[in-house]
């Protein structure tokens, strides 16, 4: 009796349990029936072009509430949301096969995503990657130097890197442009001004020709060749101007290319003198061989040695 | 003696590798006119796709299966001519045994040297029939033409020390890895009467292996680090410096070349025991 009435017990528990999640399950999310604005946990999200983000956005367990129109017509919806969910990415497919990718910005951040986008007074960062930290900072408008026009030879075999800037938060990255390296000079091009909509697509060797400007500041200039040799002269981590790793790479090759060849010397040496007619032609060969080896090491270490 | 003890180990060597060598220039142009197919912008039916794909494969098979072939035919004669039953009358032949195994090796190392130059020509001549439309231009002529002066002007007389740098270093590479199998052929001659090929290939293997861990070390540390100072060496010492390490690396494989053909030497003057 007992257990029979812990069974039953536990089945309403199961139920209510499924009941009271069911019911927190239903969700004030929704997605207004023309795709141009949202409502997630009570905040208003716009529609807009994040072509110029980078959105570094990840599947987002958030639940809209749909329309009776919506779940007409939408077979699937993912939805993808940044850091403190200021950008929401929303992948619907259509049960008629369409799909549409819209991305949806909080409407508090609409003034500083503008700000990035429109003003050329903020910081800009310009990054050289490597080493990490390697980045320059620097006002948009000590880029804005004279306009030239860079033909294919220059966008061709130049250096590149990306110039962004970010919001006070950090939740934003906007592609400004393309910083350009080319023979001691500094060009900036510039996204807004060139027309390009979408950073992910931009290549410099889609263009015969691209309008930049000159980076005339010299404060600028110098702080941006110090990085680019920075970046250049980069070993990725490994030697670093590590003098143990050099010691070691130092010992490694003097052992091969000096401590041996001057055993086989010795011993080939050795052999030479006691051995008869055939072997000691062969013994040697390998001594003059083994003797040269030395002359040339060391001449090579003297030349690193003087020129360091 | 010499020339004729040469005269038929080229016979030997190179009866079937004729055969081989121009089978894989027919597939190379093959393989070409295959490649040249699919630069069309006309969508031909998938089996023909299909088809396309499995006769390239087939031809970049062949490539690996004459490189391969041409080193067993390489090392069948020897170890034929010197451990099997013919070994009995190659070694009471009026000859040295110097000239014996110099016989071996000169032939070998043409067989294998001519086999990487055929490998070469084979890449070239499918490039040629897949890109003939391109290639045969004007205008890549021209291209060709200013990417040779701007080589010259680069390097100006460190090209042609370069050049013979390279050529010194692979014809020496290939005497050494013959030499090193004639080693292991022969070591395996020497300690088993029975299954000598399994033992040569064992003994290969396990040498190998040693000698590309230590090949391994040597890129990982050595490289990295010779570049870094080279780096910072002004630039006039650039190739000059080069020069030098490369000359220092031919240096090097030739004692290990010296060293191996002593010791292969030694054991087919001392140690061989026919009986």
Redesign the interface.
């Given at each position: 009796m007992k257990k029979r009435i812990s069974i039953l017990f536990a089945i309403i528990l199961l139920f209510s349990c499924f009941g009271f999640t069911t019911y927190a399950q239903k969700s004030s999310n929704t997605l207004s029936e023309d795709y141009q604005t949202m409502t997630v946990d009570g905040n208003n999200y716009s529609r807009f072009n994040a072509s110029m983000l980078d959105l570094n956005t990840s599947h987002s367990n958030i639940k809209l509430a749909l329309s009776e129109t919506q779940k007409e017509e939408i077979a699937t919806i993912e939805l993808e949301s940044s850091k403190n969910i200021s950008v929401i990415s929303v992948d619907i497919s259509f049960k008629d096969g369409s799909r549409l990718l819209i991305d949806f910005l909080r409407d508090d951040l609409i003034e500083e995503y503008n700000t990035l986008l429109n003003d050329t007074s903020q910081e800009y960062e310009i990054d050289f990657s490597w080493p990490s930290g390697n980045v320059v900072v620097t006002k948009g408008t000590t880029l804005l130097g004279d306009k030239v026009e860079l033909g294919p030879d220059v966008l061709e075999w130049c250096t590149s890197f990306a110039v962004t800037a970010s919001n006070s938060d950090e939740s934003m990255f906007m592609a400004k442009g393309e910083l350009i390296s080319y023979e001691d000079n500094y060009y900036y091009v510039d996204f807004a001004e060139c027309g390009v909509t979408n950073a992910a697509y931009f290549s410099l060797y889609d263009y015969d020709s691209l309008v930049a400007h000159k980076v005339t500041d010299k404060t600028l200039v110098k702080n941006l060749a110090d990085a680019e040799t920075a970046f250049h002269?980069d070993?990725m981590g490994?030697?670093e101007d590590d003098d143990f790793?050099?010691s070691?790479?130092?010992v490694?090759?003097i052992a091969?290319?000096a401590v041996i060849?001057f055993i086989?010397l010795i011993v080939c040496l050795i052999f030479t003198i006691r051995s008869k007619a055939?072997?000691r032609k062969?013994?040697a060969?390998?001594c003059i061989?083994?003797g040269?080896?030395i002359v040339?090491?060391a001449?090579?270490t003297a030349?690193?040695i003087l020129?360091? | 003696m010499l020339k004729k003890l040469l005269k038929y180990d080229f016979k030997a060597i190179f009866k079937y590798w004729w055969i081989a060598a121009l089978t894989t220039l027919l597939l190379s142009v093959l393989g070409g006119a295959c490649l040249h197919l699919l630069t069309y912008d006309r969508e031909f039916p998938g089996i023909v796709y299909t088809t396309i794909i499995f006769v390239l494969l087939f031809v970049l098979f062949s490539y690996a299966a004459f490189s391969i072939l041409s080193s067993i035919l390489v090392f069948i004669r020897y170890y034929k001519n010197f451990f099997t039953d013919e070994g009995y009358l190659t070694f009471t032949l009026p000859v040295r045994r110097s000239q014996l195994l110099n016989s071996k090796l000169i032939a070998s190392t043409t067989a294998l040297f001519v086999t990487s130059v055929h490998c070469i020509v084979n890449i070239i001549v499918l490039l040629l029939v897949a890109l003939a439309k391109e290639i045969f231009t004007q205008d890549f002529l021209i291209d060709v033409s200013e990417f040779c002066t701007t080589i010259v002007n680069e390097f100006g007389v460190y090209l042609w020390i370069y050049i013979l740098e390279v050529f010194l270093f692979t014809v020496l590479y290939i005497v050494m890895s013959t030499l090193f199998l004639f080693c292991c052929i022969t070591i395996a001659s020497i300690i088993t009467k029975k299954a000598r090929l399994i033992t040569a290939i064992g003994i290969y293997y396990a040498a190998s292996s040693v000698v590309s861990f230590v090949g391994q070390i040597l890129y990982t540390f050595g490289i990295p680090s010779l570049s870094h100072w080279l780096s910072k060496l002004p630039t006039s010492y650039e190739h000059p410096m080069v020069a030098l390490i490369f000359f220092g690396i031919i240096l090097f494989l030739a004692i290990f070349c010296m060293l191996l053909y002593t010791l292969q030497y030694w054991m087919l003057d001392r140690k061989l025991n026919l009986n």
């Open positions: 002269e070993d490994f030697l790793t050099e070691v790479s130092a490694f090759l091969v290319f060849p086989i055939v072997y062969l013994w060969s390998i061989l083994s040269a080896e040339v090491f001449l090579a030349f690193i020129g360091k | -």
